[in-house]
């Protein structure tokens, strides 16, 4: 799947819905809270940062990418079937950058 920048999700958020969506950026901030964790993702396109939710049951290398530190490069990609977009969801299989 094609990359799609951030400040294209926050303008376009209704047409998204149930469809897959893969994005590159660095992390502002990684939260691990052991079971669930929170990254703020941001591509350079806008200021706004765009919050990845991730789930240890669901992501398979979560105790890698909570491990990351700020200014990681990662590649996020999720669906959400029948769902409309928010800042705050999207759960994902996630990449570090160049590995």
């Not at 691990?32 to 919050?51: A, H, P, V």
């Not at 990681?72 to 769902?83: C, F, G, H, Q, W």
């Amino acid at each position: 799947m094609e990359r799609m920048r951030i400040a294209a999700i926050f303008a376009d958020q209704e047409s998204l819905g149930g469809k897959e969506v893969t994005v590159c950026g660095w992390a502002r901030t990684i939260r691990d809270m052991k079971t669930f964790g929170f990254i703020e993702l941001n591509d350079g396109s806008c200021f706004k940062n765009l919050q990845v939710v991730m789930s240890a049951e669901e992501l398979n290398n979560y105790k890698e990418i909570a491990a990351q530190n700020v200014g990681a490069s990662l590649i996020v990609r999720t669906y959400k079937p029948n769902k409309v977009w928010h800042s705050r969801d999207l759960p994902l299989d996630m990449d570090l950058d160049g590995k």
